[in-house]
C-alpha cells in the first residue's frame, strides 16, 4: 500500500521505518530539510535501538523515502499518518496547529480519495476539527472529494518503540465508515500474530483511549511515590509493598516502581492536557490534578534528602549524578527529573558532575557548561560528597562498591531509582538511602 507520514520525529519515523518493513510503500514528509537530507544519507537523528537497521534496510530497498515537498507527499498515499508535534500550549491544552496545517495541506492537493490517520496524541474532538479543516480547504477549492479521518493513537516506548510497533498489545482505530476501517486493518494485517488485536471503535473513544493510558500508567507512579514516601516514615519497605500488591493479578506488577517522578514527552504532557480538556468542560478531574502535584513534588525528593543530610546551603559540595536522560535505552531530556534535581543542586550553590551513557550530548545541549560530564560512571564520583542515582541504567546495577567508596569524598549514595539491595551498600559502609526503603 502507498503511504504517506507527515512528520518525521520520533512516532512518523518508527511509524514510517515499521510500515516499510512489511512491504509498504512510505513516503515521509518533514519540512526541515536538514533532518530530510540525513535521513536520506541514512542517518537517524534521534537514538532508538533497531531503527536505524530498520530504516538502512526499507531504505536501500526503495520502500523507504524521504522528502520535503508536500505537493509529492500528498499524491503518493492513499493513507496520509498525521505524525506531527503537539507541544502543550501555556495552559497545558495540546497545540494543534501542525496537524490542522497539515490537514489543510492534504486537502490543498489531494485529488481522490484519502485517508487522514492522526496518529499524534490529540484531544478528543481533534479528528472532527480535522475533518472541518479538510472540508473547508476543499470548498475554497471548489472541489469536492471523498475522504475519511481515522483516529490511530500510538502506545509506542521509547527505548523499545521499534519492538511495540512490530508487536503491539492492541491496535485501536477510531474510525466511522467501512472504507477507511477496511484500509487500517489492511495496514496492520501483518501486526497481528496470533490473534486480532485491533479494536475498532468510535473516533471520540480512541482519542480517549491514549490519554486514558497515560493517565492510568501516571497515576499507578504518582500513588507508589506517595506510598513510597509514606513506608519511609512509617518504617516499612516500599519494595516489598510493590510485590505483596503486585502478586494481584487485579493490580499487576507493571508500572509500581516508585522513582524520581515521571517524565519524557508523554506522561507530563498528555496528563496536563487531559485535566485541561476536562476544565474546558466544566469538569476538574481530582486524581489527575493530583496526580501532577505529586510528581512535580516528587522530582525534588532527592534534592530533599540531600539538604536533609548536607543542609540548605550547598556551596562547596560536589555531586555526581549517574544518569540524565528520563529514563535508560533513550537520550531524551524531555521533562527530565535531572533537569530540575540539577537547577535545585546549583541553585543552592553546589556543582554537580554527571555521567550518562547516551544522553550527554543531549543534556550538553540543554545544561551547556553548568555541570561537569564524566567520561565514565566511576570518574564522575571523583571528589563528589555523595552519589546521586537519577537513572536506573542496566550499567550502573553492579558497581564495585568499594572503588565507588574509595572515590567518594564521603561514602553517600542517595538512589532515586532504588538500583541496589540496601543491606548489601550498606556492608560496604556507605550511607545508603533510597526511596522508600530503610
Ligand atoms: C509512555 C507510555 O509507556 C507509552 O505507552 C506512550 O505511548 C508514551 O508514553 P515513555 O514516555 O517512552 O512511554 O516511557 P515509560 O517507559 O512509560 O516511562 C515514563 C516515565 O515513567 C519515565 O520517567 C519512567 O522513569 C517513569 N516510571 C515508569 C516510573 O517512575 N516508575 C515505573 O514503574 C514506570
Known amino acids: 500500500m502507498k503511504i504517506t507520514i507527515i512528520g518525521s520525529g520520533y512516532v512518523g519515523l518508527v511509524t514510517g521505518a515499521c510500515l516499510s518493513e512489511h512491504g509498504n510503500d512510505v513516503l515521509c514528509l518533514d519540512l526541515d530539510p536538514r533532518k530530510i537530507e540525513m535521513l536520506q544519507r541514512g542517518e537517524i537523528p534521534i537514538y532508538e535501538p533497531g531503527l536505524e537497521e530498520i530504516v538502512q534496510r526499507n531504505a536501500a530497498a526503495g520502500r523507504l523515502r524521504f522528502t520535503t515537498d508536500i505537493v ?91 519492538e511495540d510497533f512490530m508487536k503491539p498489545d492492541r491496535i485501536v482505530v477510531g474510525a466511522d465508515d467501512e472504507r477507511a476501517i477496511h484500509a487500517m486493518r489492511a495496514i496492520y494485517q501483518p501486526f497481528q500474530r496470533n490473534h486480532d488485536r485491533t479494536l475498532v471503535m468510535d473516533v471520540r473513544s480512541a482519542e480517549l483511549t491514549k490519554y486514558a493510558a497515560n493517565a492510568m500508567l501516571a497515576t499507578r507512579i504518582s500513588f507508589m511515590n506517595e506510598l513510597a514516601n509514606l513506608a519511609e516514615v512509617l518504617g516499612a519497605d516500599i519494595e516489598l509493598v510493590r510485590r505483596g500488591i503486585g502478586s494481584d493479578p487485579r493490580i499487576g506488577y507493571s508500572f509500581l516502581y516508585p522513582g524520581v517522578g515521571y517524565g519524557g514527552s508523554c506522561f ?114 571523583d571528589n563528589a560528597d555523595a552519589l546521586l542515582v537519577v537513572t536506573e541504567w542496566k ?29 548489601t551498600v550498606k556492608a560496604y559502609g556507605i550511607d545508603y538511602d533510597a526511596i522508600g526503603r530503610h
Not at 495552559?91 to 485529488?111: E, H, K, P, W
Open 72 to 162: 509529492e507527499s500528498v499524491a503518493h498515499g492513499t493513507v496520509q499518518f498525521i505524525a506531527v508535534g503537539t507541544p502543550p500550549d501555556e495552559d497545558g491544552s495540546a497545540d494543534l496547529q501542525y496537524v490542522l496545517a497539515a490537514a489543510r495541506n492534504i486537502a490543498r492537493y489531494m485529488t481522490d480519495y484519502k485517508v487522514v490517520v492522526d496518529k499524534s496524541t490529540v484531544p478528543v474532538g481533534t479528528a472532527d476539527k480535522v475533518k472541518a479543516a479538510i472540508g473547508e480547504t476543499l470548498r475554497e477549492r471548489g472541489v469536492e472529494l471523498p475522504f475519511s479521518v481515522v483516529s490511530n493513537p500510538e502506545f509506542l516506548k521509547e527505548g523499545a518503540a521499534v
Open 395 to 423: 550499567e550502573f546495577q553492579a558497581p564495585d562498591f568499594e572503588r565507588v567508596k574509595s572515590l567518594l569524598k564521603q561514602p553517600v549514595i542517595i538512589d532515586g531509582r532504588n538500583l541496589f539491595d540496601p543491606q
Open 268 to 381: 507530563p504532557k498528555d496528563v496536563k492536557a487531559l485535566c485541561r480538556s476536562a476544565q474546558e468542560n466544566g469538569m476538574d478531574l481530582q486524581v489527575l490534578t493530583a496526580v501532577e502535584a505529586a510528581n512535580d513534588a516528587q522530582k525534588l525528593r532527592l534534592v530533599q534528602k540531600v539538604v536533609a543530610r548536607f543542609g540548605d546551603d550547598l556551596t562547596g559540595k560536589r555531586f555526581a549524578l549517574w544518569g540524565l536522560a528520563f529514563k535508560p535505552r533513550t537520550d531524551d531530556m524531555r521533562e527530565a527529573p535531572s533537569l530540575v534535581i540539577v537547577q535545585e543542586l546549583l541553585s543552592r550553590g553546589a556543582t554537580v558532575c554527571a555521567f550518562d551513557p547516551v544522553a550527554m550530548k543531549e543534556a550538553r545541549r540543554i545544561l551547556g557548561e553548568r555541570i561537569d560530564y564524566a567520561a565514565s560512571p566511576m570518574a564522575a564520583l
